[in-house]
């Protein structure tokens, strides 16, 4: 008699949707499941995270891109730049991936009830707090004011352009969009200027405020001094590990940031938490 | 009455299970090594070396499929592994500091997220364990809190005795029912005295000790330095006992292939570069620190286990001479000297 449990690294198997070029190098993907059980039961929260797979090139990690209050799909952003993306990168509508998961914790919106929230993005991490923006904005009523900074490189790097547009558009929306420096061409309409500068610019209060963070590295290390600057405690400023995974089940050994596994005890963080770990990330 | 078994009888002992059966694993001749591998007959086993490997690939292979996949006329296909085809397996002679490993393991393998490609091996695996009568000079087990007569681990512990054959105990009910199904192997011990055991020419550290160090000294002098000529080859991950990590590829296409685990290691450069290059871990100092830390400390913080058996693998065949037992007795006398004299426990 054999009584053993499930196999923890068997996908489902989701279909792609619609697909939309956000830049020269990243896609994002719709994705439906295809087993009816699974669409109708696979809930997440926002700021979790799953393995998408390319069959016969393998899995890569990304976070759940969609809101959890958007029911019969998810969404996923990613950028070519390996064996796995490149081969997600390749694939058309109608064709089949796999998805694991949802993995590891999340955003825990449910504080954020009755206070202001700043987003503060760069690049391709916008991701992980697109997530977060439209769970918000789909309670509106339950959050004060609402600041997106967002930047990148150039003009060329931003991603879901179209959302920017529509978050600009909306009058409950304080958007903030900038590039780097250079990165602009003759019809920008947003600022100029690196991440933390602009944000320091627009100087978000921080009274009854929750700052959440998602950029490459040298990002959230100089915005986390902006923040402290503008009154913002360690404990509400919020943002998420990145790091290479494989299994995503804290097994398979390489995410761990001192004992922090962040696919199981993270990859969301407050500045408090990040700041107590070894800074090896 | 306790019980003993002779040589010959446990040499019969692994043709009976072969015949009825079972996958039997046990150190044998392997070209010019001795390896953990399956038995075909008694004869096979050695018993007087230390294999090369550890016995870690009976519950967790060096490669292994974890599922395959198809793609036919345009709809793929997802086909699982039933880990139910694991054969009944017993690992025969291994050495203590082998047999403690893979109950070290099984917290990794089974928080929240069960992993049954090893706990069903685990499951249907009888460990045999043997003490050891011979230690080399890269033997530490008893500077890690076990012994060359540990049975931490086993269902079923061979002591060799003075005038051959060995006396057996049975620390578990899995051991109970392999000897009860096969009385007419095992004999009285009567009075036999055990040859005397290895003796490592180490000395007992204080694990408690070497952890509140490394509590407090992720950034050291000390890691800057004693891995310097580290070549990054993953050889001492891949021999280990309790090294665990693993990396998931596919093999085939994407109209017919599998999906595998296989190990890696923390040592390779690439075991935490992110796709944007970025690599926390980007230079070999930090990627032996955190072996360290993850054996003596993070295993130990998440898990409340040494993830060290001690076996001296790693030292023995480290092709630029790096000694974890002369780190972490480092690491003891900083620690000592921290914290002052201990209190004589362990």
């Not at chain 1, 090139?57 to 490149?86: H, L, M, N």
């Not at chain 2, 009285?188 to 003796?199: F, I, Q, T, V, W």
């Not at chain 2, 913080?301 to 972490?328: E, M, N, S, W």
Request: hydrophobic share 35%; net charge negative.
């Amino acid at each position: 008699m054999c009584d053993h449990g499930k196999n923890i690294y068997m996908p489902h198997l989701a279909t792609i949707e619609a697909m939309h070029d956000e830049t020269s190098d990243i896609r994002s993907f719709r994705l439906v499941f295809q087993d009816e059980q699974v669409r109708e039961n696979f809930t997440f929260r926002a700021g979790q995270f799953a393995e998408y797979s390319a069959f016969g090139a393998g899995e890569s990690t990304f976070c759940i891109a969609s809101s959890p209050t958007r029911k019969g799909y998810i969404e996923c952003c990613f950028r070519s730049v390996g064996r796995v993306t490149d081969a997600l990168r390749s694939l058309e509508v109608g064709d089949t991936v796999g998805v694991r998961g949802p993995y590891g914790n999340s955003f825990p919106i449910e504080e954020f009830y009755g206070k202001n929230l700043v987003f503060v993005a760069g690049g391709i991490a916008l991701p992980p707090l697109r997530t977060v923006i439209w769970n918000c904005l789909d309670l509106r009523d339950k959050f004060g004011d609402i600041t997106i900074v967002y930047g990148a490189r150039s003009e060329a790097d931003l991603v879901y352009k179209h959302e920017l547009k529509e978050w600009e558009e909306r009058s409950d929306v304080n958007l903030v969009k900038t590039v780097d420096p250079g990165g602009n061409g003759p019809t920008w309409d947003g600022k100029v200027g690196f991440v933390p500068t602009i944000l320091e610019e627009a100087a978000p209060a921080a009274a009854n405020t929750i700052a959440l963070v998602c950029g490459p590295p040298i990002m959230i290390k100089f915005t986390l001094p902006v923040l402290e600057k503008l009154g913002f405690a360690d404990e509400a400023i919020y943002t998420t590990l990145e790091n290479r995974m494989k299994c995503g089940l804290g097994k398979c050994g390489r995410c761990n940031v001192g004992n922090v596994y962040v696919c199981k005890d993270g990859p969301v963080f407050t500045a408090k938490q990040v700041k107590a770990m070894p800074q090896e990330f | 009455m306790s019980k003993m078994i002779t040589e010959q009888n446990l040499r019969l002992l692994i043709d009976t299970l072969v015949k009825e059966g079972a996958r039997v694993v046990g150190p044998r001749q392997a070209g010019a090594m001795t390896l953990y591998e399956p038995l075909t007959k008694g004869d096979d086993l050695v018993l007087d070396q230390l294999p090369r490997r550890s016995a870690k690939e009976a519950f967790f292979p060096v490669c292994e499929t974890i599922l395959s996949f198809e793609r036919k006329e345009g709809k793929t296909t997802v086909q699982d592994v039933d880990v139910c085809t694991v054969p009944e397996t017993v690992l025969i002679g291994a050495r203590p500091c082998d047999a403690a490993a893979p109950g070290i393991l099984d917290a990794v393998f089974s928080w929240d997220y069960k992993d049954e490609f090893f706990l069903e091996r685990r499951r249907r695996t009888t460990i045999i364990g043997l003490a050891c009568t011979k230690a080399d000079d890269a033997c530490f087990c008893t500077a890690v809190g076990l012994s060359p007569a540990e049975m931490k681990g086993a269902d079923l512990f061979l002591t060799p005795l003075e005038g051959g054959g060995y006396a057996c105990e049975a620390p578990t009910e899995k051991g109970e029912r392999l000897m009860a199904r096969h009385p007419q192997l095992f004999d009285d011990a009567g009075n036999a005295k055990p040859l005397p055991l290895a003796e490592p020419a180490v000395e007992k550290l204080d694990l408690q000790k070497i952890k509140a160090w490394l509590d407090g000294n992720f950034e050291s002098p000390l890691w800057y330095g004693i891995a310097d000529r580290c070549a990054g080859c993953g050889a001492c991950a891949f021999l280990c006992p309790a090294c665990h990590c693993f990396d998931i590829n596919d093999e085939g296409t994407a109209d017919k292939g599998e999906r595998r685990k296989h190990w890696d290691a923390c040592g390779f450069g690439k075991f935490t570069n992110h796709a944007s290059g970025h690599n926390p871990r980007d230079i070999q100092n930090k990627r032996y620190r955190n072996r360290i830390m993850h054996k003596f400390k993070y295993y130990d913080d998440k898990f409340g286990q040494t993830l060290c058996t001690g076996c001296g693998r790693c030292i023995r065949h480290c092709p630029v001479g790096i000694d974890i037992y002369a780190v972490i007795e480092e690491i003891n006398k900083m620690g000592a000297r921290d914290q002052g004299p201990g209190t004589g426990k362990d």
